[in-house]
């Protein structure tokens, strides 16, 4: 079983900055893959970043590419999302999620999931 909580979520201006950090527990964090979801009221889901478990595979979503980074820190069982030069349609509710499977996180559906932290940017 893995916990992730997220935090670092807020309100901000169109341009600015915001980082985003996931928090994990578990028997096994270190092996996971991890990685970024979003999804705004009445739209779907979208990927954002992934990130394997050893940190040297990352992909990106196409809607932030060149904007965010994805991040972790497996010392501290924890993983972040950087976000600059943000657009008001950045604005989503944003899951943290794992996966034993890197390719799952970034095709498919991972098996856990935070509770999500709210992200808002005014125009």
């Known amino acids: 079983q893995v916990q992730l909580v997220e935090s670092g979520g807020g309100l901000v201006q169109a341009g600015g900055s915001l980082r985003l950090s996931c928090a994990a527990s578990?028997?096994?964090?270190?092996?996971?893959?991890m990685g970024w979801f979003r999804q705004a009221p009445g739209k779907e889901r979208d990927f954002v970043a992934a990130?394997?478990?050893?940190?040297?595979?990352?992909y990106y979503g196409d809607s932030v590419q060149a904007r965010f980074s994805i991040s972790r820190d497996n010392a501290k069982n924890t993983a972040y999302l950087q976000m600059n030069s943000l657009k008001p349609e950045d604005t989503a509710v944003y899951y943290c999620?794992?996966?034993?499977?890197?390719?799952?996180?970034?095709?498919?559906?991972?098996?856990?999931w935070g509770q999500g932290t709210q992200v808002t940017v005014s125009s």
């Open positions: 999620v794992a996966d034993v499977r890197y390719s799952t996180v970034v095709r498919d559906t991972p098996a856990y």
């Open positions: 578990g028997r096994t964090v270190s092996n996971y893959a």
């Open positions: 990130i394997s478990s050893s940190g040297l595979s990352i």
